[in-house]
Each structure stands twice: as C-alpha cells, then as structure tokens.
C-alpha cells in the first residue's frame, strides 16, 4: 500500500475507484487506498462513507462496531477461559479484610456476579456512576478466581493444588506481585471498557478487602489481524501455538476440573507468572540464536523442523553435523512433555511499564494459564523449564500466584455458589 | 447472578430459598372490589439500596406501569428504617440541591415509568435500624392509592455519592449523623 490515506480524494483521482470494486473492498481492503480512493470515516458513528471528488452518490454503508460484540456471562463454565483471547486483560488480586467470614463473601460474590453479568453484556452496573462508559462491551469477561484464604474462610474444601508453587531456581519473585486472596481478570477488546468495569467491581470489593496488585496486559488491537492469530510477545515471538484448543477432544479433560473437590466440579485453575523479559539483554543475540533459544522461527513462528506456524516439531531431525536441529536446552524442547496429561492452555498477555531509572524498558509477560490440576500439569513443564531452558538467560519470573477458578453458574446462581451456597 | 426485581411470587419463593438474594417483587390487594389491585400493574426494575453504617439511606430503580391508568405510589416502609419518606429533590431558596418529601406521592404515567436516581427522586430510609451492609438484601413494602402494596427487595450496594441534604435537617428527628445539616452520609 503506497498511498496514504488521508490524502484527499481530488488529490489522488479517487474518480476511478468506485467502479468494479464492492464497497467492502473500498471499507475493508487495503486496496481502496492503493488504487486511490479515500476511504474517510465519516462523522457518524457506525457509519463509515467513502468520499470520491466526483460527488458520486455512494450510499454511506453501516458499519457494526466490534465495540458491540459480547461474550455470554451464564454457563457451565465462567466466561473469559476458552473465547478467543480479548486484546486487553486486567488481573486483580484483592486481600480479604480481617472481618469478611463466609456470610460476606456470598454477599460479595452475588454483587460482582450481578456485575460482571450486567456489564459484559453492555449494561450498567446497579449504582454505575458511569453508566455511559458500559455501553460498549466489547467482548468484556470477568473471571473470578479464589485463593487458598478464600477457600478457607468459606470453610471448604481446599484443593490440594491451590497454595503458593514450589520455589524455582529462576524464581525472583517480589511480593507486590505475588499472592493474593482473590482474584478478577477483567477482559474486553477495549481499554476503556476494561478500566470502566475493573472500576465498578472494586467498588464492589471495598468493604471486603483491599488491592493487592493489579496487572494490566495488552496483545494487537482487534481488527489488527485476523481473529485467532497467534500473538506475538515483546520478544517478537509467536507466542501461543501449541496449546489446547476449546475444539480439542482433550481440551475439555485438561481445563476442566471433573470435582476434585465437587465445589470445583466445571472449574479450573489458574497460574498467573509475571516474567520480566529483558529486552536489553535480547538484543544483544542474533537472529540465528533467538531462533535456537526457543526452538522455532521468528518469521512465522514455523518449528525450525518445519515450514508452516502448526507443523510439528521433529525433535529427532539433526544438522549434517549431528546436533539436533531444535536444540535439546530449547524452550519448546524442555516446555514439551511425553506425557500427553502435562499440558496447560496458556492465555498470555504483554506488559509495558514504565522503565526504571537508567533503563528503557520494564517489560514482559503475563504468562497466565489454566489447567485442571497445578501440580499434575503446570508444575512438572515449570519444573523442566527451571533445570534447563536456553530462553530462562533472558528471562526472569518476578511476581506468581495460583487459585481456584469456581464453575460458572446459570442465571439465577452466582459464581462461587457450589462453595457458598 | 444478575438481581431481579420484577419476578413472580413463585419465583420468589424458589430464588429466596436457593440464594439469600433472590430479588422479586409480590402483590398483595388490600381490599376486595372488582377491578385488579393497582400494585398489580406496578414492578420496579434494577432496585438497590445504598450501604450505610447508620442514619439516613435511600433506595433507587425504575418503577414502571404496566397499566393503562397512571399509578401514585403514596408510601413506602421497610423493616430496615423507622420512618420512610418518598423523597424528591429540588433546588432551594440559596440554589443549593435539597431533597425533601414529595408532596401528594410518586405518580407514574400509564404504560410509563418513574425513574428513582441519585440527585432526584427516592425512597428515604429516615433512620436505620441497623447497618446496611454491602450485599445484603433490604425488603420494601410500596402503597398505592387504593391501599393495596407492591413488594421488592433490594440488593445494598456502597456508594459514595447520593449526598443531598435533607431540607428538614433541622427538623426534630434523630438522623443519626449529629451534623447541623443532615446528609445521606455513610459515616466513611
Ligand atoms: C517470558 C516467558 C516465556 C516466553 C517468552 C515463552 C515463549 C514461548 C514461545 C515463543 C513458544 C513457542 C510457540 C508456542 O507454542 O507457543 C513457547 C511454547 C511453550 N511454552 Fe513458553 N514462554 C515463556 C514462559 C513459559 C512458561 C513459564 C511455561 C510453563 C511453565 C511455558 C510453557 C510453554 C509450553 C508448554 C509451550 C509449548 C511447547 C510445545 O511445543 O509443546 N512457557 N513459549
Ligand atoms: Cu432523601
């Protein structure tokens, strides 16, 4: 595409461009620009016309705003797991205050149910100060999760797998990121929407408990490209191939907890790692050995086994030499298992911070990721990647935490009822 | 769970029994006559009830008419305050916004509704009987014209604005606040 597109139409001798060319064309393909045409967005909103110096009468053409999406709340399962990864994704933990028992947090649950239902469905929350700011849902999730505290003031069951991960060697962990009782992952393809609604329900939280931190992560702006690319980290990386997709026939078995305990029955678990990348040190290595440290391409993400993004790797293919052509100290070499049960469905998100004093940049990876069981998926691949991995030079976890993700619940319930109730 | 506030009786029943929130409103007629009691045409949507440690508090919605005769919602009475009034709010004398009673009650227009926000129209709780605290359910008792009543329940929810002075402040009456000018204040 050469043109630009704010170049006025009688500049570029749009005149030509309307005909043979459908208007989804002139609206959606880089092609309008490049023949000349300029595509104006038009003052209205949701409508988009296209200006021609020729005044040719070119109806304007409604646009549906993805704004206007939305993601069902009630289910088997909460919302916010398996829908293709929205572009923003805010994680919260809150601390419970000394004073919230059981009777409390069935009332704090039935509050933020009543919210996040309302809100991710593009209405205002009860007693919304700014009622203007949730019309635009735009695919917003919010997913509850309860910590190992949670779980003992509600007097449950605690999973076995729900307490701090056992310390790894790469661990640097700082407190102000680790931890937490209770936890809200607030989603949605806008950041307003997403500032809006995480506002409303720690409004909600404030006579239960207190922020412990927030973790803000970002991937490519919806309509970018094409819905269910692969994201790409700060490291440049195709960041998220090999996982389990919700159309997997083992995907259902590796998320969802089958009851263990019951209350969780529908549930799932989840990681959130916080990895500072240091981008600094990264660019000090060549193409040759990034490519090397994780085991795949940068191009297109292409295992250096193969041609396309989703060839398998070929883990027993060796260089003229002799050396394995995905090394055996590769990220996705150490992060692969025989065992087909240790698998997790990663949902990473990109974080950009302000650099510290003396750097220029404080960035990284929210490496989230759900699986049934902690100690019996996520546990043995970090355990791997903490003995050997190339990519663990560059990188360094600085903030973990685990919980319990509850089932969701159907109209009448709230999340946290098999607990609660 | 999303709050319901315009259910039926034999919902409930069922919700109130499952959850501490189920959230429905019930009629009752208060006299026998021919014509169905007002308050079945009445139903409030979206209801709640702004938390508070002690004093005054108010509850909000949208009260809609599903008649073809305008309804007047004359009083109103909870468990959780001693006295209630229907509340309006209005510009005084010096400019400021004053809530005060609504003088011959809340009339809500056939097949219309009545929208009860902050900073204008409510239903006062004068003085509570006991803290309000976030989450918890506060039952509502509506009367309308021909004495028979419209019941709902209300989610509390914290919320820091809804501050209007009361314009009978210095009115006898025990607000709890001890300020010269009383206010919705939740002590926080
Ligand atoms: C900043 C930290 C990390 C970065 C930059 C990173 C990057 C990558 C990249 C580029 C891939 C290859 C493409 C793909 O399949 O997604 C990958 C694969 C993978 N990563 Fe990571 N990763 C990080 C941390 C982790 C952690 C902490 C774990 C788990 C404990 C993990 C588990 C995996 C798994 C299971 C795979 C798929 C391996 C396979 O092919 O079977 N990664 N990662
Ligand atoms: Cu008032």
Same mark, same amino acid.
């Given at each position: 595409?050469?043109?630009?597109?704010?170049?006025?139409?009688?500049?570029?001798?749009?005149?030509?461009?309307?005909?043979?060319?459908?208007?989804?064309?002139?609206?959606?393909?880089?092609?309008?620009?490049?023949?000349?045409?300029?595509?104006?967005?038009?003052?209205?909103?949701?409508?988009?016309?296209?200006?021609?110096?020729?005044?040719?009468?070119?109806?304007?053409?409604?646009?549906?705003?993805n704004g206007a999406e939305t993601v069902p709340f009630y289910g088997a399962h909460q919302a916010g797991i398996a829908v293709i990864p929205q572009?923003h994704a805010t994680h919260i933990?809150v601390?419970?205050?000394?004073?919230?028992?059981?009777?409390s947090l069935v009332r704090m649950m039935q509050i933020l149910t009543d919210d996040a239902a309302r809100l991710s469905q593009g209405q205002h929350a009860l007693a919304d100060s700014e009622p203007e700011l949730a019309t635009v849902p735009a695919r917003l999730t919010v997913t509850f999760g309860f910590?190992?505290?949670f779980?003992?003031?509600a007097?449950?069951?605690?999973?076995?797998?729900?307490?701090?991960?056992?310390?790894?060697?790469?661990?640097?962990?700082?407190?102000?990121?680790?931890?937490?009782?209770f936890l809200m992952i607030v989603a949605a393809d806008d950041?307003l929407t997403v500032a809006h609604a995480t506002r409303m329900l720690l409004k909600d939280t404030r006579s239960f408990g207190?922020?412990?931190?927030?973790?803000?992560?970002?991937?490519?702006?919806?309509?970018?490209?094409?819905?269910?690319?692969?994201?790409?980290?700060?490291?440049?990386?195709?960041?998220?191939?090999?996982?389990?997709?919700?159309?997997?026939?083992?995907?259902?078995?590796?998320?969802w907890?089958?009851?263990?305990?019951?209350w969780?029955a529908g549930g799932t678990?989840f990681?959130?790692?916080?990895?500072?990348?240091?981008?600094?040190?990264?660019?000090?290595?060549?193409?040759?050995?990034?490519?090397?440290?994780?085991?795949?391409?940068?191009?297109?993400?292409?295992?250096?086994?193969?041609?396309?993004?989703?060839?398998?790797?070929?883990?027993?293919?060796?260089?003229?030499?002799?050396?394995?052509?995905?090394?055996?100290?590769?990220?996705?070499?150490?992060?692969?298992?025989?065992?087909?049960?240790?698998?997790?469905?990663?949902?990473?998100?990109?974080?950009?911070?302000?650099?510290?004093?003396?750097?220029?940049?404080?960035?990284?990876?929210?490496?989230?990721?759900?699986?049934?069981?902690?100690?019996?998926?996520?546990?043995?691949?970090?355990?791997?990647?903490?003995?050997?991995?190339?990519?663990?030079?560059?990188?360094?976890?600085?903030?973990?935490?685990?919980f319990a993700i509850p089932p969701g619940c159907a109209e009448t319930g709230f999340i946290g009822e098999s607990l609660l109730a | 769970m999303k709050f319901r506030t315009a259910t039926t009786?034999?919902a409930l029943?069922a919700a109130a029994m499952l959850t501490l929130a189920g959230c429905a409103g019930?009629?009752?007629? #208060?006299?026998?006559?021919?014509?169905?009691?007002?308050?079945?045409?009445?139903t409030i949507q979206d209801a709640w009830v702004k938390a508070?440690?002690?004093?005054?508090?108010?509850?909000f919605g949208t009260?809609e008419? #599903?008649?073809?005769?305008?309804?007047?919602?004359?009083?109103?009475?909870?468990? #959780?305050?001693?006295?209630?009034?229907?509340?309006?709010?209005?510009?005084?004398?010096?400019?400021?916004?004053?809530?005060?009673?609504?003088?011959?009650?809340?009339?809500?227009?056939?097949?219309?509704?009545?929208?009860?926000?902050?900073?204008?129209?409510?239903?006062?709780?004068?003085?509570?009987?006991?803290?309000?605290?976030a989450g918890t359910d506060v039952?509502?008792?509506?009367?309308?014209?021909?004495?028979?009543?419209?019941?709902f329940t209300a989610p509390a929810k914290d919320y820091?604005?809804?501050?209007?002075?009361?314009?009978?402040?210095?009115?006898?009456?025990?607000?709890?606040?001890?300020?010269?000018?009383?206010?919705?204040?939740?002590?926080?």
């Amino acid at each position: 595409m050469t043109s630009d597109q704010n170049t006025p139409a009688s500049a570029t001798g749009a005149g030509r461009a309307g005909r043979g060319l459908s208007r989804r064309h002139l609206l959606f393909g880089g092609a309008a620009a490049g023949l000349g045409a300029a595509a104006a967005a038009g003052a209205g909103v949701g409508i988009l016309t296209v200006q021609q110096s020729t005044a040719a009468v070119t109806p304007p053409v409604e646009v549906v705003p993805n704004g206007a999406e939305t993601v069902p709340f009630y289910g088997a399962h909460q919302a916010g797991i398996a829908v293709i990864p929205q572009s923003h994704a805010t994680h919260i933990a809150v601390d419970l205050a000394a004073g919230t028992d059981r009777a409390s947090l069935v009332r704090m649950m039935q509050i933020l149910t009543d919210d996040a239902a309302r809100l991710s469905q593009g209405q205002h929350a009860l007693a919304d100060s700014e009622p203007e700011l949730a019309t635009v849902p735009a695919r917003l999730t919010v997913t509850f999760g309860f910590g190992h505290e949670f779980v003992t003031r509600a007097a449950g069951v605690v999973p076995s797998w729900l307490r701090p991960l056992p310390a790894f060697g790469v661990d640097r962990l700082e407190d102000a990121w680790t931890g937490g009782d209770f936890l809200m992952i607030v989603a949605a393809d806008d950041p307003l929407t997403v500032a809006h609604a995480t506002r409303m329900l720690l409004k909600d939280t404030r006579s239960f408990g207190t922020v412990r931190w927030t973790q803000a992560g970002f991937r490519r702006a919806p309509g970018s490209e094409k819905p269910g690319t692969t994201m790409r980290n700060l490291f440049g990386q195709v960041d998220g191939t090999v996982n389990p997709h919700t159309q997997d026939t083992d995907f259902d078995q590796l998320v969802w907890s089958q009851g263990d305990p019951a209350w969780m029955a529908g549930g799932t678990s989840f990681v959130l790692r916080r990895i500072h990348m240091n981008l600094d040190k990264w660019d000090l290595l060549d193409r040759s050995g990034r490519e090397q440290s994780v085991g795949r391409d940068l191009a297109n993400g292409a295992p250096l086994t193969g041609i396309n993004e989703t060839d398998e790797p070929d883990f027993t293919a060796v260089t003229p030499i002799g050396f394995p052509v995905i090394p055996e100290f590769s990220h996705i070499r150490r992060a692969r298992s025989d065992n087909p049960a240790e698998r997790i469905h990663r949902r990473g998100y990109n974080y950009d911070d302000t650099p510290n004093p003396g750097s220029v940049s404080n960035s990284g990876l929210l490496f989230g990721s759900y699986q049934a069981d902690v100690d019996k998926q996520f546990v043995p691949i970090q355990k791997r990647l903490d003995d050997l991995d190339l990519l663990n030079e560059w990188i360094t976890p600085i903030g973990s935490a685990v919980f319990a993700i509850p089932p969701g619940c159907a109209e009448t319930g709230f999340i946290g009822e098999s607990l609660l109730a | 769970m999303k709050f319901r506030t315009a259910t039926t009786i034999t919902a409930l029943a069922a919700a109130a029994m499952l959850t501490l929130a189920g959230c429905a409103g019930t009629t009752t007629a #208060a006299e026998t006559s021919t014509a169905a009691p007002e308050a079945d045409s009445l139903t409030i949507q979206d209801a709640w009830v702004k938390a508070a440690d002690s004093g005054m508090s108010a509850a909000f919605g949208t009260l809609e008419n #599903a008649s073809d005769t305008d309804l007047v919602v004359t009083g109103v009475e909870s468990a #959780a305050s001693t006295t209630m009034q229907l509340h309006e709010t209005v510009e005084n004398e010096s400019g400021a916004m004053v809530m005060r009673e609504k003088d011959g009650g809340f009339t809500i227009p056939a097949g219309g509704s009545f929208e009860l926000a902050p900073g204008g129209n409510h239903l006062m709780l004068m003085d509570l009987t006991a803290p309000i605290t976030a989450g918890t359910d506060v039952d509502f008792t509506l009367t309308l014209e021909d004495g028979s009543t419209y019941e709902f329940t209300a989610p509390a929810k914290d919320y820091t604005g809804a501050n209007e002075n009361y314009e009978g402040g210095d009115m006898d009456m025990d607000m709890g606040t001890g300020t010269p000018t009383d206010s919705m204040d939740m002590g926080n």
